[in-house]
């Protein structure tokens, strides 16, 4: 799987977007972008995936540039509970394909 | 949507005793389930990946004598810490695919302390 590279910390404000960067400069053409977050003390999350498009659901949206070699999460109204470590992991969607985790990115909202 | 079950989330042993922790998807069945191990304030690091009816492949560097693991059904994989000590004292997570590409549902997660 390729590699990710996502900024160590963040602070988002209470109510505002938060933007989470990811870079995958060698991403592959069949490697999916797949972001979870990791709660203190808590299994990893999922929240969105995406191959080339743009997407969204209830959590998040994710924007992928159209080289594919970076993604943006936007949690577009950022709450307290929305503080966790964000992961970005670019993977090729098979059910027995491991996922493969970074470093990440520690988001801290503050109010 | 898709649940995994993890038991027991939090356990404190004696060292040079066993532990088990249990792992279940409860809506779907689950031909693969991987084990992870997190340090505090460190990332997740696979440890095996499971395959129902077969033995386990482990990562390198991960003792498969010390971390048995069971996955005999398609809903149950279980990994058992032989011989504790207390540098085995981490955080265990286990996965499972629900094989409709939304990658992997994880357990909560299980604190291990060896005391």
């Known amino acids: 799987d390729a590699k990710t590279t996502q900024p160590t910390s963040m602070d ?25 977050r990791q709660i203190h003390s808590q299994g990893p999350q999922y929240i969105i995936h ?12 994710l924007i992928i540039t159209e ?8 949690l577009p109204h950022a709450t307290l509970r929305d503080t966790a470590v964000y992961y970005c ?16 990115t520690r988001l801290m909202v503050k109010p | 949507g898709a649940v995994v079950s993890q038991h027991p989330s939090r356990v404190i042993c004696k060292s040079g005793t066993s532990v088990k922790i249990e792992c279940r998807s409860l809506d779907f069945q689950a031909t693969t389930m991987f084990w992870y191990r997190q340090f505090p304030k460190q990332s997740l690091m696979l440890m095996a990946t499971s395959n129902e009816g077969s ?11 010390k971390f048995l693991i069971n996955h005999a ?27 409709y590409g939304y990658g992997y549902t994880f357990g909560s997660g299980t604190r291990l302390t060896v005391v």
């Open chain 1, 89 to 104: 992991i670019v993977r090729v969607d098979n059910a027995g394909n491991m996922l493969t985790f970074g470093g990440g």
């Open chain 2, 73 to 99: 059904s398609l809903t149950l994989s279980t990994l058992t810490v032989t011989s504790a000590h207390p540098e085995d004292s981490s955080f265990y997570i286990c996965s499972a695919s629900t094989g």
């Open chain 2, 55 to 65: 033995k386990a492949t482990y990562e390198q560097g991960v003792e498969k004598d």
């Open chain 1, 67 to 74: 080289d594919r070699k970076s993604s943006t999460l936007i």
């Open chain 1, 12 to 36: 988002c404000a209470e109510g505002r977007a938060a933007n989470l960067p990811c870079n995958h400069s060698t991403i592959s053409g069949n490697e999916y972008v797949y972001w979870y």
């Open chain 1, 50 to 61: 995406g191959l080339k498009n743009n997407e969204t659901n209830e959590m998040a949206s």
